[in-house]
């Protein structure tokens, strides 16, 4: 079987993708008990002494408030660490699968979806972060795989830790009854989780590059919450009163994060629209049949 080293191990997306796959996949799951990933330093010494063929690199602080507040520390943990996983991935003649971001086009003022082709502008640190691996990689590396992922989502999974997500937040807020606001300023992918954890066999086989990973979203993020929450069965006096509008959020300018896919698609791995992905996890948990 492939040996593929997987790291954030205990992350919600790198779970999925192993519990979905270890019938044929023998994972090397790398967690902080491993590797401190704020001493790069130590990263590829510990990386070189494994066998592996792919190298699946999840590990990442994506909080943006963190990476402002904290830019040399998250440097080293998204950046730096990165490209000495990709380091030893090289010298071990091993593919490296880099998980990258929708944010890096959160600087542009254009509408999206973007493409791969489209040139990335950033205007926080995270995004930054990951322009910078993604460039090395570029240029040092010729076997690599880029995903730029859009908004991940899911629901629990028993022993297994969920990551906050749009799903979520609109369930938790009519679930307890508690106002939530979601910005009307924005646009982006919204991608059920499984999506990678069923292509992962194809997507470590693609061709070396960038591939963009993104259900297809016309909504903004206000009315998507919205959408979700009648899609979960509340009535619309419910949603009127819990999920509400954050005009002020990005009241500066419009944002558009949304991912052009029809690159991956072109591969044989379709991404459908938000409407597909969210009709699916909730019939994968049992909430419609």
Known sequence: MKRVVITGANGYLASVIRLYNED??????????????????????????LEFDVLIHTAANAV??????????????????????AKAARDKHARFLFISTE???NG??????FTEEDEPVCVT????QKIEVEQWLKANSQDYVILRLSSMFGMPIPHVKLSSNFLMRTWSA??????????PNEQRGMTYSMTL???????????????????????????????????????????????????????DRFRDYRLDASKLKAHGIDC??????????????????
């Open 174 to 183: 009519l679930r307890t009854k508690t106002p939530a606001k979601f910005t």
């Open 103 to 105: 944010q890096v086009f």
């Open 197 to 251: 954890a069923d292509h992962l066999d194809q997507i470590m086989e693609l061709p070396t590059g960038i591939y963009h990973v993104s259900s297809r979203n016309d909504r903004t993020t206000y009315d998507l919450c919205r959408y979700i929450a009648g899609e979960l069965g509340y009535r619309r006096e419910e949603i009127e009163t819990y999920i509400l509008p954050d005009p002020e959020r990005y009241a």
């Open 108 to 113: 542009r003022t254009d509408q999206g979806p």
């Open 64 to 85: 943006t408030e963190f990476c402002a507040k904290n830019p040399e520390l998250a440097h080293k943990i998204n950046t730096e660490a990165a490209i000495e996983a």
């Open 125 to 128: 640190d995270y995004g930054k």
């Open 24 to 49: 044929h996949i023998t994972f090397l799951p790398i967690t902080r008990k491993e590797i401190d990933f704020s001493k790069p330093e130590t990263v590829y010494p510990y990386l070189s002494n």
């Open 272 to 289: 459908g629209t938000v409407e597909e992905d969210l009709a699916r996890c909730l019939k994968d948990f049992g909430w419609k049949d």
